[in-house]
């Protein structure tokens, strides 16, 4: 199985080599953002939906997805009966990472705070959060339904105090169903692609617009989430998942060799990279993964990866391995290397960064608290982790006094006449001359 | 000029009518989000830049907008001779609106705040915030330039901590240039449209690539925000101004209607939207609107947008003012009615809600101190205005020790195996191994 795989592309930034630094450069630039093959079809399908509602999502879903349906909704009887088929560890382990989740989010509950603002001068002017009412998660489904994914979304939700989580998955299996259960999902739709995004954004007879949708999904998925955004919010724009490693000559070749793997399996076109400074490592590296490709079940997929995404890329020393992360601006970022807290402040950008060779990205997979659903493709340069932030918006609330209007009206009045906006001006004066 | 106007369409919720409901959902679902005929154009400009660099730029400039350009950035020199060109009372009006701006600001910091999280049983969990690094600030050229804007975005991200702000702009007036200067921004090129959006996306030899794109613009800069979305965050999709004034019996026509054309004057699309429980208003309000309009300069465009977007609703009683405001979800809601602190509480999705008859919209455009730039189009159901979280990106940060690791162990290793990603369950036993 792992045949093709003969070790990691190198790339080498140090400073008396130098002919890498373009190669660099264009792994630095990745992104998810265009629009892709998917985007004209995906259109398609969201205008019929908008247009023709729940019809057109019963005749997509036999014509792209072979299955009939005659309603969408999971009742609450087939949601317990699946819950109840979950074998016991498994739901315990579901359980576990829940609790440890919401635990975690509920940390992030200072932007549901009361508002900020000042009150000075007769004004008195705010900022008011207030959760999201109702919101969409998407799940995948086939070997791509991640019930770790339903809680990494739904529960941050839940925590935020958004009112009703809907769930989006065609053929919905049963522990997907648990982990929505437990996370507090309110309603399931067994419907998928760009059908179910265009039905969640715009409403349908049966399905609720939703005021934001997230979660992962497909080409179609993400390009119908393009095409939507603005009707609703959406969460961004994903790509392939991606894993920085940084590592030094202490590093346990076959820790990071495991953590590369665990990125590398999820896809073809996942990014598996390593950033060190000892050239000695990366030989390591190289025989850990191919040992470790031996007996892998997805070792064809996982080596592909490695093959065309990965990369071992040599640099010189600390600094250099900070300013090399802080370029690729990774999904997940781990650091093996000697005192790791002294870099956790000069990295800014990555999704999630895991500090230490007991923190594998595999607890941030499942279990550690912060959501998993992260930034990629570079977007951990202006994106964050999915949370509690992603559930909020704001209203900005204004008082003033005829005293506090007075002060500004000079102001107003004189902007308002340069801009041209000539009613602006005398909505002002309008309220001067009734108070004297 | 305001022959054409004669009187709101009256939408009739109260109980004992009944046929207008259609009418008024059809108000409440606008929406900015989808792509229009200006979509193609902008996808080949943006597709262009992102090839062609500098090149294109110049190009696309000379063909588009008549304009030959040898350089797109204002230098210093340039930057500084502008400024001094605008009159003193127009530089101390912008001042005294840039002081505001970020006195408001500053109070949103708390989300730039110490990192948030938790640490038990040998695991540390973060929240970690930190500013955007580089920021793009659109501003339309012509006659919709305002230097309003220009504030209200670049304050704001300032506040924040952004290191480089960036204002794209085509044919920069000399008293945008000063709100620039006022507002601190870095670097100012004189390019706009679609291909702006796509050089501060992507870069150019000349133009850094920015983290976020804030702004509105025309129809091909909306276009191209979209197209951009996931290579760089945008603020989102901008729709026509709007206004929802909530007033009663109590409330003075003349301010009522001056309130409504301070919107309505901004674009022929504008929303302007009266709803009440008092049929005499209405009367009272289309008397004055007329009055006002009589010689108002922009009254032709404020009369197309009143008989066209505007409307006067009548309910029953304050809560069925309130479930109004909150269907329409206005950019600007305003409260004039007696009591209206008890509303606050209860209107959900706003932009911003101006509270009581010394609180004109206009203050809030210019001097009040939050941002102008609010979600339109109904996406007050899920935006913010924009503010100093606007610029905040968020990392987590995970650390765990040995026995954290192993307290969570079992939990990955099942769930990875029930989602098929035996690399994950591995990553975690090599750690158990090397642990005894």
Redesign the interface.
Known sequence: MAAHFVGLPRIDLRSHAGGDRARWDARCRR?????GPADDAA?AIVERVRTEGDRAIFELTAQLEGRRLDRFELDHAARRAAALRVPA??R???E??AE?IA??HR??L??L?EP???ASGG???Q?RP?P??RVGVYAPGG?AA???SVLMAAVPAKIAGVQEVILFTPRPSD?VVLAAEIAGVDRIFAIGGAQAIAAA?FGTETVPRV??IVGPGNAWVTAAK????????VD??AGPSEILVVADAGA?P??VA??L??Q???DELACAVLVTDDAALVERVDAALVD?LGD???AAI?SKALVEHGAAVLVDGRDAMVAAANEYAPEHLELLVATP?EL?PR??T??????????????????????HV??T?G???????L?V?DFV??????????A??AA?S???V???R???????????E??LR?ST
Not at 379 to 385: D, H, L, Q
């Open positions: 992104s998810a953002g265009l629009s259109r560890a498994l315990a382990a579901l576990l990472a440890r635990a975690f940390t992030q200072a932007v705070a900020t603002g000042l004004a008195l002017l900022s207030t999201l009412f070997t991640y019930p770790s522990v954004a005021d934001k393009r095409h939507v955004y603005g009707v609703c919010d961004g724009i346990d076959t820790i495991a953590d793997l665990s590398a399996e999820h470790q892998l079940p997805r996982a807290d956790v990295l800014r990555a999704g999630a960064i895991f500090v230490g060779a007991w923190t594998p990205e595999a607890a941030g997979d499942y279990t550690a608290g912060p959501s992260l930034p493709a977007a951990a340069r202006f994106g964050s982790p949370g932030w918006k704001y209203t900005s609330v204004l008082r003033l006094d005829a506090a209007l500004q000079d102001a107003i004189t902007l308002a340069a801009e041209g906006l000539e009613a602006h001006a005398r909505a002002v309008a309220r009734r």
